[in-house]
């Protein structure tokens, strides 16, 4: 893999987005506490690397998809904190008109398809997504996310034999977070190097530290290349840690405190900040002045999802069927 150098801006790029992500999600962990959100919600505390070394390697008009934890990801795409935190409350302003809640995030305005409850039901999505690319001969590609529980469905496998048979202009990325739910990588598969699934359809594939936006971004930078060159998909196992249980529910009692320590001092925002302050190209104070505006964006998120209306009954019945082609039955 190709060794590239990053300049001072994507680092403090880096280091504002994970950081809008870290605190976004503890804010939204203490307001579940408080019932201001509700249903399932799954964080993504310590898994930030993943998102940002991704769309740091991307263009305009590449798109991404994902599976239900998906908060990080509708931000780092550049959807507002205002409309995923509104999302989130259940209220009309939310990106999906608080119809989605924090599983189902979408918008089309910033190639971003979800957030998808259905586990492993974004896979074949995302090669459609990639197709349809393809077949308007854009040079976009398609960045389809899930975890190493849904690369035991049934779909990725049909799903990457099509992806590469028409060789289709997507990144296929497993975030590993080591745990699918509560039950660990070692105890549900045989293949414990997950990217090796992909070498049974001659699919380019890797294992990446995800605990680092670097190696994240040059991975995905060389996948791209591929996808744009009409080379087809890349497989890529994305190894990363999640600080939180799987879900607001799950206490995480099936792991050590040890290990849960042993992730945190890989902290990906902390690698960042040593880079900038060693380097001489930020203070303490500025990535303060960072931090604080940061909890400024967060905490008027809250009072807009707070303010804002629940969507009237109606909308039970709006965005349900669209006609695409009306047709007259004589």
């Known amino acids: 893999m190709a060794k590239l150098s990053f300049n001072k801006e994507i680092y403090l790029n880096w280091f504002e987005q994970m950081t809008l992500m870290r605190k976004f999600e503890e804010k939204t962990a203490q307001l579940y506490g408080l019932q201001k959100i509700r249903g399932f919600c799954h964080l993504y505390i310590g898994q930030e690397a993943v998102i940002s ?27 507002s904190a205002n409309e995923v935190m509104a999302e989130l409350f259940g209220k009309i302003t939310g990106c999906s008109k608080g119809k989605g809640g924090s599983m189902h995030m979408f918008s089309k305005v910033h190639n971003f398809f979800g957030g998808h409850g259905i586990v492993g039901g974004q896979i074949p999505l995302g090669a459609g997504i990639a197709f349809a690319e ?62 090796k699934i992909g070498t049974a359809f001659d699919m380019p594939t890797s294992q990446v530290d995800g605990m680092n936006c670097e190696t994240v971004h040059t991975a995905i930078s060389e996948a791209a290349k591929r996808a744009r060159n009409g080379e087809g998909p890349t497989f890529l196992e994305i190894k990363t840690y999640r600080y939180r249980g799987h879900s607001m529910s799950d206490p995480a009692k099936y792991r050590t405190k040890e290990e849960l320590e042993e992730y945190k001092q890989q902290d990906p925002i902390e690698k960042i900040r040593k880079v900038l302050i060693d380097k001489g190209w930020s203070t303490e104070e500025d990535l ?43």
Not at 172 to 180: D, L, P, S, T
Request: hydrophobic share 40%; aromatic share 12%.
């Open 53 to 79: 070394g991704t769309m740091s390697a991307l263009q305009k008009g590449d798109k991404i998809i994902t599976a239900y934890r998906d908060h990080a990801h509708a931000l780092a795409c550049g959807m």
């Open 134 to 195: 393809k077949y308007k001969e854009t040079k976009n590609l398609c960045v389809c996310y899930f975890g190493d529980g849904a690369a035991r469905q049934g779909a990725l496998y049909e799903t990457f034999n099509m992806a590469m048979l028409w060789k289709l202009p997507v990144i296929f990325v497993c975030e590993n977070n080591e745990y699918a739910m509560g039950t660990s990588v070692e105890r549900s598969t045989n293949v414990i190097d997950i990217y």
């Open 288 to 330: 303060e002045k960072i931090e604080i505006e940061v909890e400024k964006i967060v905490t008027e998120s809250v009072e807009f999802a707070e303010n804002s209306p629940f969507p009237e009954i109606e909308e039970l019945y709006k965005d349900v069927y669209k006609e695409e082609y009306p047709f007259i039955i004589e």
